[in-house]
């Protein structure tokens, strides 16, 4: 009974990490870059723009289609960036289980 008590203890306990590193996550944050910084994004959180940063050089008339390249290619950096972070607050909140393949549970990154 004492070790299903503690298996209890630690499933408690890794489950408070989990939700400790979910808080984080909607907190933290990524910036990702383009076209040498030309083009800035900021994420928040599961990936919403905060900020978008274009030089004043990219707005004139017919730049609209590498703008719009640009800016794809920035969120893309910034979400990349930012999936590294959760991830490795995941992987962090999930301590010795993180990578583990068990049947039947979610694979914990």
């Given at each position: 009974m004492k070790d299903l008590n503690a298996l209890m203890q630690q499933a408690q306990a890794m489950?408070?990490?989990?939700?400790?590193?979910?808080?984080?996550?909607?907190?933290s944050s990524a910036e990702g870059s383009s076209g040498g910084g030309l083009v800035t994004v900021a994420l928040k959180g599961p990936g919403e723009i905060t900020a978008v940063k274009i030089d004043d050089s990219?707005?004139?008339?017919g730049e609209g289609e590498i703008l719009a390249d640009l800016i794809i290619a920035a969120h893309a950096d910034a979400k990349r960036r930012l999936d590294e972070i959760n991830n490795g607050l995941m992987r962090d909140a999930a301590g010795p289980m993180a990578g583990m393949?068990?049947?039947g549970m979610p694979k914990l990154f």
């Open positions: 489950q408070q990490r989990l939700q400790d590193a979910q808080a984080k996550m909607a907190e990219l707005l004139t008339p393949n068990i049947p």
